[in-house]
C-alpha cells in the first residue's frame, strides 16, 4: 500500500495551523447579531480570557483583519510622523514593521540582526543611550521566518529604563512562548489568530498596558481611522467595537480559549516547548542544522542537506506523508528560499504529529539520498518526549 | 403553548444576516495553507464569480476586515492627501466616509441631505461644475441607516461628464440591488462579506476599473501599509494576497457566491425586491410610515406609532416570535433611535421568513395597543408575493 494511505492530513506550517474541530463546529453556528446579549456575554468571556492569555489586567482589543492589521494599527497609533522609533528586524516580519514605519513617515533608526542571529539587549541599550528622544521601540518575540526567539525579558528590562514604549509582535508567541505583559512591562503586545490561538486566520489582538493608553490619550494621529486604537479602546470600554465584528471567528476564538485555558496556560507553553526540543534533538539527530542560534519554541528552522530540491522534498512530504511544512523566505537582509524547511509547534498539534512529521521528513531526505538510518529521528524525539 | 415555541429563531437585522447551512459547513472544514494549489483554486474561483457578481472585467480584491476597511483603503489608496472629494452623505454612513477624509486631511465638499431622502443627480451635476477639480466623489448605493437608495446610476452617469472617480459604497448594495459596475462606469465598488453575500463578517470586497487602477498607478500614498490598494492589485495578479487570508471565510464566500449564481443574479435581485415590496405593501396596510421617500430594496425603515417604545417591542418580537430585526441609529444630521425599526430582505432570506417577521411585528404592534385587524400584514405581503 502506498504511504501516503497510512496518514491523515496534518498542518505543521507556521501559520495558517489546524484548529481544533470543536472550534471549527463553534464557528459553523447559526449567526447572531453582535448587539445582543448572546453576542456581548461571548465576547467579553473572550476579553477576560485574553486578558488571562497575556498576563494582563490592561484591555486586550480584538480586531478584525490579520496579525499585520493589528501590528500596523498599533505602531500608527503609538507613533506619530516625524517621531522617532527604533525598530529591531530579525527577519522578514520585523523588516514589514519598518516598512509600516516607512509609509507613516515615522523616522527610525533600525537594529538589523544578520538572520538566524537574535538582538543583544546590550545594543539595543546603547542605540536608547545614543537616542534618547525614542518614542517607541518595536521587536519580534519569535520571528517566524527566520525561527528565532528574541530574549523578550531582556529587552523589555532595557526598553523600561527609558521613556519609549515597547510594542512587542507576538504573533507566533503569544499562547506559545512564555510572556508576561503586565510583569515584563510590555506596553502593547500584539497578536494573530492563527497562530498559537488555534483559529483560523481572520483576528488580530492588541493588549494596551498603561503607558500605551496614556499615549494614545495625549497623541492626536491622523491619517488612520479604522485603525485608529483610540476608537476601539472607547468601544472596548462599552464590551464592544467600533465596526461589525467577525461574530463566528469571535465565537470560535473563545472556544479556543476556553481548551487552552482547561489545559492550562503554562502547561501549553511546556508542550509547544516540549515538541521544539524533540525536534530539534530529531533534526541533530538526522545530521541537520538549524538556521537559528536562538531558536523559538514555536517554530524550527533547518538548512536542507546538499542536493535536496525544496519544492520536491515539501511536496513529497505532503503527498506521501500528509504532512504540509514550510520553506523558507526572502527579505532584505536575508535569504532562505529553496534553502531551508521550517515545522510548527504552536496550537493545536500534538506530540504523534510532531513524530509523523520527522518521520515524513526523515523518510523523503533518505529518498532524496541523504543517508540516515531509518529511525533517527523519531528516536531522538522519543526520548525527549518520554523525559520528565 | 407560547407564541415562541411556534417559531424558529430568525435574524431579519440589515447585517450580519443569516448564513446558508452549506456555508457554515464549508466554513467549519480543516484549514488549509493559503499557499496551495487547493486554495489558489479556490480563491481563483471565487474572483471570477465576484467580477460576475460586480459585473466588471477588471479585478475585485479581497481583503480582511469590515466593510469599513475595505471602503476605507479604497478612499485613502485613490485620493490623497490636500485633494478635493465631493463626499454625498444620506445618513450614518455617508457620514462616516466623511470622517475618514476628515482623518486623511482630503478637502470636502459635502452634500448632506436630509435623512430619509436621496441626492439629486442635478444638485450632483452643480456641485462638480462649481469644483471641477473634484478628485473622488463618494456615495453611498444603499444607506443602511435610513433605508434608503440612491439613483446609482444616474450618480454614475454626472461623475462620468468629469475626471473625478466614483467610489461607491456598495456595501448594502451589491448582490441585493442591481448594479452594472463597468457599464454604469463605477471606478471603484465596494461592499462587505455581511449582508446579501451570505457570510458572516470578515471580508470586504473592491472591485477596480481601469481609471481606478490608473489613479493607483499615478498616486502615492503615504501613511497607509495593508490599506494600500496597490499591495493588493500587484498581489491579484498572481491569484493572491498580501496578507494571510481569512482562509475560513473565502472558502465559505465561494460557496455561497455559488448557491446566488446558481439561482441567478438577476433572479437574486427580484426576490430582494419582491420581498421589499410585500413588506412596503404590509405596513402600509398597517397603517405605518416608512422613513424613506427613495427605499431601498434592501432593508425597509418604518417608523414607530405613538406610544410604542423600541427596546420592548423589539424584545417582544425576538423572545415572542423568533424574529431579529433592528432600531434607529443616530448620526451628525438625524437621529432615528427610539423612533424606528428596521428589517432586512437580503441575502438568505426568503418568502416565510418575511411573513413570520411581518406577523411578528403586526402582533407586537396590537399588543402595544395599535389596532391593526389580525392577518392585515400578512394579507397585503402575500399579495404582492403572489403576483407575476
Chains 1, 2 share one sequence.
Not at 505583559?181 to 483560523?200: C, F, H, N, R, Y
Not at 500534538?350 to 513524530?355: E, G, S
Amino acid at each position: 500500500m502506498p504511504a501516503s494511505s497510512l496518514f491523515k492530513s496534518r498542518l505543521l506550517t507556521p501559520g495558517p495551523t489546524a484548529v481544533p474541530e470543536a472550534v471549527l463546529l463553534e464557528m459553523a453556528q447559526p449567526i447572531i447579531h453582535h448587539r445582543t446579549k448572546q453576542f456581548q456575554a461571548i465576547f467579553a468571556e473572550l476579553s477576560e480570557r485574553l486578558q488571562r492569555l497575556f498576563f494582563t489586567t490592561g484591555p486586550v482589543l480584538t480586531l478584525a483583519g490579520s496579525g499585520t492589521t493589528a501590528f500596523e494599527a498599533t505602531q500608527a497609533s503609538l507613533a506619530k510622523p516625524g517621531s522617532k522609533a527604533v525598530t529591531i528586524a530579525t527577519g522578514k516580519f520585523g523588516e514589514r514593521w519598518q516598512d509600516v514605519y516607512d509609509a507613516y513617515g515615522v523616522l527610525q533608526v533600525r537594529i538589523n540582526v544578520e538572520w538566524g542571529k537574535t538582538v543583544d539587549p546590550a545594543e539595543l541599550e546603547q542605540v536608547l543611550k545614543d537616542n534618547p528622544d525614542t518614542s517607541v521601540v518595536t521587536v519580534v518575540h519569535s520571528e517566524t521566518s527566520t525561527a528565532t526567539a528574541c530574549d523578550l525579558k531582556g529587552v523589555a528590562d532595557t526598553v523600561r529604563k527609558t521613556d519609549a514604549l515597547l510594542i512587542v509582535d507576538g504573533i507566533t508567541g503569544v499562547g506559545a512562548l512564555p510572556v508576561k505583559q503586565d510583569e515584563w512591562g510590555i506596553d502593547a503586545l500584539v497578536t494573530g489568530s492563527q497562530k498559537a490561538m488555534m483559529l483560523p486566520p481572520g483576528l488580530g489582538f492588541v493588549g494596551l498596558g498603561e503607558r500605551a493608553l496614556k499615549r494614545l490619550e495625549e497623541l492626536e494621529p491622523t491619517g488612520i481611522y479604522n485603525l485608529d486604537l483610540r476608537k476601539w479602546v472607547a468601544s472596548h470600554k462599552k464590551n464592544d467595537v467600533p465596526f461589525t465584528p467577525p461574530v463566528s471567528l469571535v465565537r470560535g476564538q473563545r472556544v479556543a480559549l476556553e481548551m487552552i485555558e482547561d489545559q492550562g496556560i503554562e502547561t501549553t507553553w511546556q508542550r509547544t516547548a516540549k515538541l521544539a526540543m524533540a525536534s530539534r534533538a530529531a533534526f541533530e539527530a538526522m545530521g541537520l542544522k538549524l538556521i537559528s542560534s536562538s531558536p523559538s519554541d514555536s517554530v524550527t528552522g533547518v538548512y536542507y542537506p546538499d542536493g535536496v530540491d525544496d519544492s520536491k522534498f515539501r511536496a513529497a512530504v505532503r503527498d506521501n506523508h500528509g504532512v504540509h511544512i514550510a520553506g523558507g523566505q526572502v527579505g532584505r537582509h536575508g535569504d532562505y528560499k529553496g534553502k531551508i524547511f521550517r515545522t510548527s509547534h504552536m496550537g493545536y498539534v500534538d506530540a504523534a504529529d510532531t513524530l509523523a512529521a520527522l518521520m515524513a521528513i526523515e523518510t523523503e531526505l533518505r529518498a532524496a539520498g541523504h543517508g540516515i538510518e531509518p529511525g533517527t529521528g523519531v528516536t531522538a524525539a522519543s526520548r525527549v518526549l518520554t523525559a520528565d
